[in-house]
């Protein structure tokens, strides 16, 4: 039984199966055929279809709802650069320390949220606080640039994957990897002990804790895993872009466009993240193009546009596109079939 | 005959309502000792302060000997207890399976060994044919079994049972009763049940105790008890003096 679908375990047909694998290779030979251009726009569908992946551990699968995750993602995007350029640590090396700075400081918000009984919207505002206190603080720390912005020294034609210095091919393979690193790992832990302990957290913590699950450990362990995986995304964008600005990479809009794949694709399931990240940017560079082709240069046309199709997806599909699709398609068991 | 749990001299107030007070009985092992009592007289508050949900403001709660005061649910469960909520609290997006194997994690690391132990369980609760349903599509009665089945999935030496027989049909009464007084006569299990259905509780209990206005007014035999002027008069009305 493979449970890629729906909010709880339901297994994946056969046939769920085989488009699974044939979208992992179609993506891996993708950029034999694609052009530059659509490299970089399925690179950028990869790299929010992982940081999605990364957040749905805590919202979806533990019902921790964080509107802050720009915070891990600038974190370790700060820390790996810092490694770097300060150093000479490639990012290789640097992931692990960038890991642990997100990791700190998403026990920090953690302890302060369980501990005092923090709950639901009020914990998502403690998310955006410290997302906010880091934009605001990282303005002013003129070791990594300040408000003037942080860059990585970049050669033109350099080959050096051991520095994360390359081609935007090897980004691309990289933000690849990381996507199916995350979607197994979320399986593994979703259908591990602590897997289950998430799912009863999230559906009934006071049922859940009288069936002997320690509420502060389990919410704990998955702001940690959250934050994490959400610190490489970071790392990652920071050797892709070489360059970082606060106001950026700390934005509430940032924060807010990491949750969105999440919430069109389906929070909880395991491949709504990536489903969502398919749907959103490519709409957005259709929008894009179609407003330069149409000559309707007003600005912010572009976000109204995208707003719509997004209450659109979300008012008919309220719990997601891939619950919808996978039943539609019957790429997944629904319950009652059996395993 | 040793007492499992020793309640003694338990208090509760919420703001200056006294919800349980100075409240004392033991539940001796291998027996069911049924907790009755008006609305709002303090038995599920009891039952909170014994499963950890809060710490009581005086008293003590000992399991074979063991201070359980102060303790969290979890640590509770650990500790032996397994409990119901009145007002049932499913895991609905989960199978029904996966609701009892949350619960048999209590004591197994495994997800396999847990996912057997789940099995027997819905066997036992006659649930095993729902067991790959979404727990919220479940009718009352079913949710009621589900409570149990998770409650025992966490393989408890005293298992509390919190109104399971309310909202039931007669018949599903009846075959609810023969699964605890199963589990109690098979498997020596201790059950601390609140009901209000009497005919379940002079069919399941040893011993009971009547709480009225968060004091214990009656504790002892079932046939005593229900013969107490006092506990006729503040609960089962006074019509069944006649």
């Keep these: 039984m493979i449970g890629l679908s729906g909010v709880g375990f339901s297994g994946v047909t056969g046939r769920g199966m085989v488009l699974l694998v044939l979208t992992a290779l179609g993506l891996a030979v993708a950029p034999l055929v694609a052009d530059r251009y659509l490299v970089s726009v399925l690179t950028t569908v990869l790299w929010f279809a992982y940081v999605g992946q990364a957040w749905n551990v805590m919202m979806g699968f533990s019902g921790l709802l964080s509107l802050g995750h720009a915070l891990y993602v600038g974190l370790g995007a700060y820390v790996s650069a810092a490694l770097f350029v300060h150093f000479g640590i490639g990012p290789w090396a640097g992931m692990i320390l960038a890991m642990l ?8 918000i953690g302890f302060l949220g369980f501990r005092f009984g923090v709950k639901g919207v009020h914990f998502a505002l403690l998310t955006i606080a410290f997302a906010e206190v880091a934009r605001i603080g990282f303005d002013h720390i003129t070791w990594v ?15 050096d994957p051991l520095n994360l210095r390359g081609s935007p091919l090897l980004f691309y393979y990289v933000a690849l990897a990381l996507v199916l690193g995350a979607l197994v790992l979320s399986r593994v832990l979703l259908h591990s002990r602590l897997g289950y302990q998430w799912l009863a957290v999230r559906e009934e913590p006071d049922a859940a804790e009288a069936s002997g699950v320690d509420l502060f450990r389990a919410r704990m362990t998955a702001v ?3 934050a994490a995986l959400t610190a490489l995304g970071g790392v990652f964008q920071a050797f892709y872009f070489n360059n970082l600005f606060p106001e950026q990479v700390f934005s509430m809009g940032r924060s807010i466009e990491i949750i969105l794949p999440a919430i069109v694709g389906g929070i909880g399931t395991l491949v709504g993240p990536i489903l969502g990240a398919f ?41 997601g596109v891939w619950p919808w699709l ?9 319950p009652g079939e059996g395993a | 005959m040793t007492a499992l749990l020793e309640v003694e001299g338990l208090s509760k107030r919420f703001r200056g309502l006294k919800a349980v007070s100075d409240v004392s009985f033991t539940v001796p092992e291998g027996r069911i000792l ?28 000992t399991l074979k000997g063991r201070s359980l005061t102060g303790l969290k649910p979890n640590q509770v469960c650990a500790a032996g207890i397994g409990r119901t909520f009145q007002i049932v609290k499913p895991f609905g997006q989960l199978t029904v399976e996966e609701n009892v194997v949350v619960g048999a994690l209590a004591r197994e690391r495994s997800v396999e060994t847990a996912r057997h132990q789940a099995r027997a369980v819905l066997e036992r609760l006659e649930l095993a044919d729902q067991a790959n349903r979404p727990a919220r599509s479940l009718t009352l009665p079913d949710r009621k079994r589900l409570e149990v089945a998770r409650a025992l999935a966490t393989r408890p030496t005293l298992l509390l049972l919190d109104e399971v027989l309310a909202g039931l049909r007669p018949t599903e009464v ?8 199963d589990l109690n006569r098979r498997e020596g299990l201790t059950i601390l049940m609140i009901e209000h259905v009497m005919r379940a509780v002079m069919a399941l209990s040893d011993r009971v105790v009547v709480l009225d206005h968060g004091e214990k007014i009656a504790d002892g035999a079932p046939a005593e008890v229900v013969a107490d002027p006092r506990v006729v008069e503040s609960y089962l009305g006074a019509e069944a003096l006649d």
């Design chain 2, 174 to 181: 009846d075959r609810m009763v023969g699964v605890l007084r």
């Design chain 1, 326 to 334: 996978a039943r539609r398609l019957r790429l997944v068991r629904q």
């Design chain 1, 145 to 159: 640039g300040g408000s003037g912005g942080f860059f990585l020294p970049v050669e033109a034609g350099a080959s």
């Design chain 2, 34 to 61: 049924a907790l009755i009592g008006p609305n709002g007289a303090g038995k599920t508050t009891t039952f909170n302060l014994i499963a950890g949900v809060f710490p009581p403001d005086e008293g003590r709660v």
């Design chain 1, 279 to 319: 749907i959103l940017t490519p709409l957005g560079e259709l929008l894009t193009f179609l407003i330069e082709a149409g000559g309707l240069d007003l600005p912010g046309l572009k976000q109204l546009f995208y707003g719509v199709a997004l209450v659109v997806i979300v008012v008919f599909r309220p719990e």
């Design chain 1, 224 to 226: 940690a895993v959250s």
């Design chain 1, 101 to 108: 700075v997100a990791v700190a400081a998403g026990c920090i």
